[in-house]
């Protein structure tokens, strides 16, 4: 029997220095919305309620995040929940009303609109839903553009650009104009002008949500791979579960501006907080997601303790095999210490779906 | 209790159209017994005091035209400017200068340039027809008048676009800055060409700068509209994604809302070209050199053939701008189509050589005479002239009964009827019922404004004829109406019919408001009934159009829905469409209005009188010139009224 793949420790909380630390993020829509983060009695009212006492929106409700170097972090959530006004928090395309923003040590809040600037020129890109493309420049016009605005020599600009749409696949297209594309191309062009400028940090604001579904996975495989191949540290919104468990590092579910949950794709399907995430995993394939720390029970004195031993991160699909095969039940053991056992019955109730 | 009340509340509150037919009816009762009562009416030279007290204004006006320091140091400023901003462009093109006897730059000169120029912005489909349509101007033996209206409407336009690009940008920008002009805007467009003239005569005297002022006024506001449109619709993800990547404002602005505006803003220069045209002609009741001034002699001697050869230049040199400024927008979304390299590369060389060649042309034309003044033997001007005169004394000999027979029977069964009710009736009764009106079909906000407007009116001592005026702009309106619906409905429901009308009705609406009364002087000669088919040819393409998008706009499902539940045609278009489309119906009235009045006014040349008269008399006559702008406020007033009236009833249709 083949070894199981170690999967990595699943972290709740990051351990190294976070990039990007986020704290008690408040954006609020409407008359003297400052007033609303800073009053408990305002700040408690729903949405609904806030709306008609002040007549204002709360889009972001003091919000809490760190994200690790390299990590991809998804925000989920459904339409009107926040997530796209918490994105464009970051590099303050939208002024957040209150709360703080740490990204490498330095306060963005009290950057000022120069150095807001190179921080957007030099440590964020940011990729759109619709694209954004400039629809009278050529895509390697378009893939300049952050270059230019840089001020950087037009043969460097040039020659950088040239990278990058080879690094994205779109060689061959660079004298077409975005309305020749297909809309999985444009994107190619806009992920490729994010990329141009050799940013820290990639913003993706639902980047894929227009897109047909095949194209939609190839994209999200070429993500996957651009993550592998650059390690960027990237910040992925999303309204799509799967496209969420299956980029991201870290999830954070976003409900009328509040953070809902945050966790690894397991732990929200294994432990959701509450019925509101129950509710939205409910048709996730668990053995996809879960490991087998998820399932497994104490051994009880009657288990015959010599079958097969497997690690707790091992995903179920993959030990399905081994524990339908094996006529004792597997032991989940972590540094030769039992865990726990995984028996014919809880992996058919996880494959089933009722786990 | 209250589902049992509801009911009669609705029984005992009569609908708007029974208290509307009540109004009509009280008013005919009152009419028949006081009529002739009050009726303010005012002769044709007499005078109130207060035309009397603007003919002195302007008298002290022009006593202190260079003492007063408001004059003396701005008015008379800017007018000198304009003035000799003016004279140059002239001096190039148009008039004998720097010592010499003929322009700088001769017919072959300017006809090359043209070539060149809309080769250079569009293609050469567009610059062999510009150059000869060049050309034909001096065929028509009316070369140095087309040079005149065309140096007019450059330096008009080159002068407003100076201004109102940035005002559009400001505008595109600012939220503020837009929600503070677009009234104004407003307000510039929808009063008539003609009412600038008057208060601007006043500060700059009659002549070319009054005539190129107005013009700029009157211009500007497309260039600024379509500027700040383009740049406020570019698309709202890239402008974010500009930001996001670190642009500047100003990065922002140069490198991705303008390229995205440029289509719009071109349309807009495209616009305020044609604007510019049409006043350039229209100003040459102040005495503004060129074409316009032709016609206005002819149509003043009844003179048709040469009215006509002198609107036949208006019309190609309109056709010509505005080919060349629309093949301008279009040319940069098809080059860029058209990758290939060698399409660019023929396009420089022709660009260099045909540049050469041009160069070649202007320095015949400032050397030699044959290229500089259009040979006079080979003039077809005349040759039009008397075929359009051949072809109106034929109509009016042979025809007479048929078209004669058309003007009597709208004139006896429309125009009299209704000037009868309108000016014979005392004037506080039909106050009360226009406000009565205005409250039913509008709101009450409406009735004020009308109120307002009428007591003003009353003001102007021109009661009768605005009433006069009036009584033309409803029926005329009335007719624009009947033909935009009907042709409107058969266009909004036919994609055949539509493509082949529009391009003409386009056309139609980028014509000068003057070239119309030409055919129809040679048809119906000069009488009431001339000017109102003159308005209603120049109103109806916009009522149509705006008729045939709103049927158009009605939602295919809901037609579609309504053909399944076995609708006929004819309860699809009544049921359906027009219900549907009635706030497009409101708007085109809105618009027809609007177009119809500042056209009855220029129909004051050919016998339309009343208000339009008044103007045109107050323009010649020094002693009614008090009376002229008193009568070119009465139009404004008669504008804003029926345009508020009209935009109230199109909200409350909504």
């Known amino acids: ?235 992925f919104i999303t309204h799509d579960l799967s496209e969420a468990l299956k980029l991201g590092d870290r999830i954070l579910i976003m409900r009328d501006g509040k953070a809902v949950q945050s966790g690894t794709g397991e732990e929200l399907v294994g432990a959701p907080a509450d019925d509101y995430v129950r509710d939205f995993v409910r048709d996730v394939p668990r053995a996809d997601v879960l490991t087998l720390k998820w399932i497994m029970r104490p051994a009880r004195p009657d288990d015959v303790l010599d079958g097969p031993e497997f690690g707790p991160h091992v995903v179920v699909r993959e030990a399905v095999r081994a524990v339908l095969a094996a006529d004792r039940p597997v032991k989940v053991v972590r540094d030769g210490e039992l865990l726990g056992v995984v028996g014919h019955e809880e992996i058919l109730a996880s494959v089933a779906g009722e786990g | 209790m209250t589902a049992l009340a509801l009911p009669r509340v609705l029984a005992r509150r009569p609908s708007r159209g029974v208290l509307l037919i009540a109004a009509l009816a009280a008013f005919l009762v009152l009419w028949v017994v006081l009529r002739g009562l009050h009726t303010l009416s005012l002769g044709a030279s007499q005078l109130t005091p207060l035309h009397h007290a603007v003919n002195d204004f302007n008298d002290a006006l022009g006593a202190g035209r260079n003492t007063n320091p408001l004059f003396l140091y701005f008015f008379n400023e800017i007018r000198l400017v304009v003035d000799e901003f003016v004279t140059f462009v002239q001096a190039v093109i148009a008039q004998p200068a720097f010592g010499r006897p003929v322009p700088l730059i001769g017919w072959l000169g300017v006809v090359a340039i043209v070539g060149y120029v809309s080769y250079a912005v569009a293609n050469w489909r567009v610059a062999l027809p510009a150059a000869a349509g060049f050309a034909f101007l001096g065929l028509q033996g ?23 690009l ?88 140069v490198k991705v809302l303008l390229p995205a505006a440029k289509r719009t803003i071109v349309l807009g220069i495209n616009q305020t070209i044609m604007a510019a045209l049409s006043m350039v002609t229209i100003a040459a009741l102040i005495d503004a050199p060129g074409l316009g001034k032709t016609v206005v002699k002819a149509l003043q001697t009844l003179d048709v053939g040469t009215a006509f050869n002198a609107g036949l230049a208006i019309v190609v040199m309109a056709i010509v701008l505005d080919r060349v400024t629309t093949a301008a927008g279009a040319r940069a979304e098809r080059a860029r189509l058209d990758t290939r390299p060698t399409s660019t590369l023929v396009r420089r060389v022709v660009l260099i050589v045909g540049g050469a060649l041009t160069l070649v042309a202007v320095w015949f034309s400032t050397t030699y005479l044959w290229a500089a003044e259009f040979p006079p033997d080979v003039s077809v001007g005349p040759a039009i002239a008397q075929a359009a005169t051949t072809v109106t004394d034929w109509v009016q000999t042979n025809l007479s009964p048929v078209t004669g027979g058309i003007k009597d029977v709208v004139t006896l069964v429309l125009i009299d009827p209704l000037q009868m009710l309108l000016t014979e009736s005392p004037w506080w009764l039909l106050a009360a019922l226009v406000v009565a009106v205005s409250a039913l079909i509008g709101s009450a906000r409406a009735a004020l404004v009308s109120a307002a407007c009428l007591l003003l009116l009353v003001g102007t001592g021109l009661w ?191």
């Open chain 1, 1 to 235: 029997m083949a070894a199981p793949p170690e999967l990595a420790e699943p972290t709740t909380t990051v351990k190294t220095e976070p990039v990007i630390s986020v704290r008690r993020l408040w954006k609020v829509f409407g008359p003297k919305a400052e007033r609303v983060p800073g009053s408990p009695e305002l700040s408690a009212l729903s949405r609904r309620e806030l709306m008609d006492k002040t007549g204002c929106t709360a889009a972001v409700r003091g919000i809490d995040f760190d994200i690790a170097p390299g990590e991809v972090f998804v925000v989920m959530g459904l339409s009107g929940s926040g997530k796209s006004t918490l994105v464009r928090c970051l590099t303050r395309l939208i002024e957040p009303t209150a709360g703080e923003m740490v990204f490498e040590g330095e306060d963005i809040l009290a950057a000022d609109p120069r150095r807001l600037r190179e921080l957007r020129r030099s440590k964020f890109s940011m990729v759109f839903q619709h694209f954004g493309l400039l629809p009278h420049r050529r895509v390697i016009d378009n893939v300049c553009y952050g270059l230019e605005i840089r001020g950087v020599r037009k043969a460097d600009r040039l020659e950088r650009a040239q990278e990058v749409i080879d690094l994205v696949g779109l060689g061959g297209c660079e004298r077409s104009y975005p309305d020749q594309l297909s809309g999985g191309m444009q994107q190619r062009v806009g992920l490729a002008r994010a990329l141009a400028g050799d940013p820290d940090v990639l913003l993706f604001d639902e980047p894929f949500s227009a897109l047909d579904p095949l194209i939609r996975r190839d994209m999200q495989n070429e993500v996957i791979r651009l993550h592998r191949e650059v390690g960027k540290t990237m910040v």
């Open chain 2, 142 to 164: 009316l070369w140095q008048e087309s040079m005149d209206t065309l140096a007019l409407t450059l330096s008009a336009v080159v002068i407003a676009l100076l201004f109102s």
């Open chain 2, 464 to 654: 009768a004829d605005a009433m006069a005026t009036l009584a033309s702009t409803i029926v005329a309106t009335a007719i624009v109406m009947a033909l935009g619906v009907v042709v409107g409905v058969w266009m909004g429901r036919n994609q055949m019919v539509d493509r082949v009308l529009r391009p003409g009705l386009d056309a139609g609406q980028t014509m000068p408001a003057f070239v119309y009364l030409v055919p129809f002087l040679a048809l119906f000669g000069a009488s009431r009934f001339t000017a109102i088919v003159a308005a209603v040819v120049f109103a109806a393409p916009v009522a149509i159009k705006v008729v045939a998008d709103g049927i158009r706009s009605v939602s295919p499902t809901t037609v579609e829905a309504a053909t399944a539940a076995g609708s006929s045609t004819w309860q699809l278009i009544t049921k359906v469409q027009l219900p549907m489309a009635r706030h497009a119906l409101t708007l085109a009235t809105n618009q027809g209005l609007i177009y119809v009045l500042s056209m009855v006014v220029v129909g004051g040349l050919v016998g339309a009188g009343a208000l339009g008269y008044d103007v045109v008399a107050g323009f010649s006559q020094a002693q009614l010139y008090g009376k002229g702008l008193a009568a070119g406020v009465a139009i404004v007033l008669l504008g804003v009224m029926l345009d508020r009236l009209t935009q109230a009833a199109a909200r409350r249709s909504q």
């Open chain 2, 166 to 253: 940035p005002l559009g940008i400001w505008a595109g920008l600012s939220d503020r800055f837009n929600r503070l002009i677009t009234p104004v805007l407003d307000f510039m467009q929808t009063m008539p060409t003609f009412v600038y003239l008057a208060p601007l005569t006043l500060i700059f005297l009659i002549g070319p700068a009054s005539a190129t002022i107005a013009t700029i006024v009157y211009a500007a506001p497309p260039a600024i509209r379509f500027t700040a449109h383009g740049i406020r619709s570019a698309p709202h993800d890239t402008v974010e994604a500009s930001e996001s990547l670190g642009a500047t404002r100003r990065q922002t602005l």
